[in-house]
């Protein structure tokens, strides 16, 4: 006999209404904010309209499954499974009309985004990158709209635009042509100040459209932060099986995920939220000593095993904890980062520890290694600044850079980058010429520096020496 497909007719509650909207669906969106809202002791009252990426994998998977999923909570005990109601609908990326229709609601409070930090489209100085042609086309489109004659709704919803800082920005056009407001943007991705470095790019776009735009941003959109933090790999086809097997259901999307889960938010939501909080989220007054931790302390490391750890063929980040080499590299690194945060950091390595050395985590270092270019900028350079400042470059910086440096040069798992072409002339040259170009990149405060580029290029031969060896 076969087995029913998960929805909800036999699992799940009734779709709670859409209060909410997500950009860029995916694993960790599903084992992170879903689970929070899921878990919110006002969750009937807040359902998730989720939009995917370019991709429209996601939405083909679920929308059969009316939203539902299960995530399967990997413990060094064992599984355990929960079915997720949380996202009331499921929307490929291209379903604009939608998306808009969302945005120009009074009923939405909240716009959460997991776009990644290339989905930012920020240049080298934190504003929006206006050369990048996505950026460009999405910008005239909404540009020569605005010049077209009244703005409505429907006008908005039939100019699609691809970026998220155009896709948020065209809402807001149709949100005030709606005449309605008091709406939160609310980023998790990992970006130091998220909130602030998303409203910069979608300020900056609204500048380029129409002169008055910002003025009525500044005055109805509130933008919070947030830290997040929970490990979330790949599904797999065993993840699929276990669902059958255990669960007695079809589910074609379920998500793996640890036990740990952290998520600690700031700012104003003037529109209401689900009280995030019931379900474990801290709501503070500043998140930045969080996720500094986070992104040095968790995000450093995991940067330093993916793109150091391949060169001694390990391939997960359970196997390059485990090898002793590798571990020692990475409480050199914490031991580099910890004494520079303002939040107690010793306890939290000890616990990143146990996480990563979790049985039934599968998390691939080349999944990790993807779009390095955003990554090293916030995770390891401002240790390799700060250390660099006081005359002594730690040594843990210089080698996570150096790896990263090899991957670029052909070293570990294949390069998947948002600016691949940009970061592999970074690297082309000899070593010496490409350890002076990354560095210059990743910590332009540092650029020129003689002696560091010598020692990275030192640390680029030891490595490759392991490599060889």
Not at 33 to 51: L, P, R, S, V
Not at 317 to 345: C, K, M, N
Request: aromatic letters at 6%; proline letters at 6%; a negative charge.
């Amino acid at each position: 006999m076969s087995l029913p497909q998960l929805n909800r007719t036999n699992h799940g509650r009734p779709a709670a209404p859409i209060r909410l909207v997500h950009l860029g669906l995916g694993n960790f969106t599903r084992a992170h904010q879903a689970w929070y809202t899921e878990h919110a002791d006002d969750a009937e009252q807040w359902g998730i309209a989720a939009f995917t990426g370019r991709r429209p994998t996601m939405a083909e998977l679920l929308s059969p499954q009316d939203g539902l999923y299960t995530l399967i909570t990997k413990g060094a005990a064992g599984d355990s499974f929960e079915v997720i109601s949380s996202i009331s609908v499921v929307h490929p990326a291209a379903d604009y009309a939608q998306l808009i229709g969302y945005l120009a609601s009074p009923d939405l409070a909240v716009v959460t985004s997991t776009v990644t930090e290339a989905g930012y489209y920020r240049a080298e100085d934190g504003g929006l990158d206006l050369a990048d042609p996505a950026v460009a086309a999405d910008l005239a489109a909404l540009a020569e709209l605005v010049a077209g004659g009244e703005l409505t709704v429907d006008r908005i919803a039939a100019t699609p635009v691809a970026t998220a800082p155009a896709r948020i920005l065209a809402g807001f056009l149709a949100r005030r042509s709606a005449g309605v407001g008091a709406l939160t943007i609310l980023p998790c991705d990992n970006i130091p100040n998220n909130g602030q470095a998303f409203k910069r790019v979608i300020v900056e776009a609204a500048e380029q459209v129409e002169s008055s735009l910002s003025a009525w941003i500044e005055e109805q959109i509130s933008w919070a932060t947030c830290m997040v933090d929970r490990i979330t790999p790949a599904t797999t086809e065993e993840d699929r099986a276990k669902c059958e097997a255990q669960q007695g259901y079809l589910d074609a999307a379920p998500v793996p995920t640890e036990p740990f889960s952290e998520w600690v938010i700031s700012g104003e939501f003037p529109a209401g939220r689900p009280r995030w909080e019931s379900a474990g989220a801290q709501v503070v007054a500043d998140v930045e000593p969080y996720e500094q931790r986070k992104l040095w302390m968790l995000n450093g490391s995991h940067s330093l095993m993916a793109y150091c750890a391949p060169i001694l063929g390990l391939e997960t980040v359970g196997a390059a904890i485990e090898h002793p080499l590798v571990r020692d590299w990475v409480q050199q690194w914490w031991a580099a980062a910890g004494p520079r945060l303002s939040v107690p950091w010793e306890e939290y390595a000890a616990a990143l520890t146990e996480r990563y050395q979790n049985p039934n985590i599968r998390h691939l270092l080349a999944q990790i290694a993807h779009d390095g270019s955003q990554k090293i900028p916030v995770r390891i350079a401002p240790v390799l600044i700060a250390s660099a400042c006081e005359g002594a470059p730690a040594p843990a910086a210089v080698r996570a850079l150096a790896g990263w440096l090899l991957h670029l040069r052909g070293v570990g798992a294949p390069v998947v980058d948002a600016q691949e072409a940009k970061v592999l002339e970074l690297a082309a040259g000899t070593l010496e010429e490409a350890a002076a170009k990354v560095l210059a990149y990743a910590a332009p405060e540092l650029a020129g520096d003689e002696s560091l580029t010598a020692s990275l290029v030192q640390a680029a031969k030891e490595l490759l020496a392991l490599a060889e060896g």
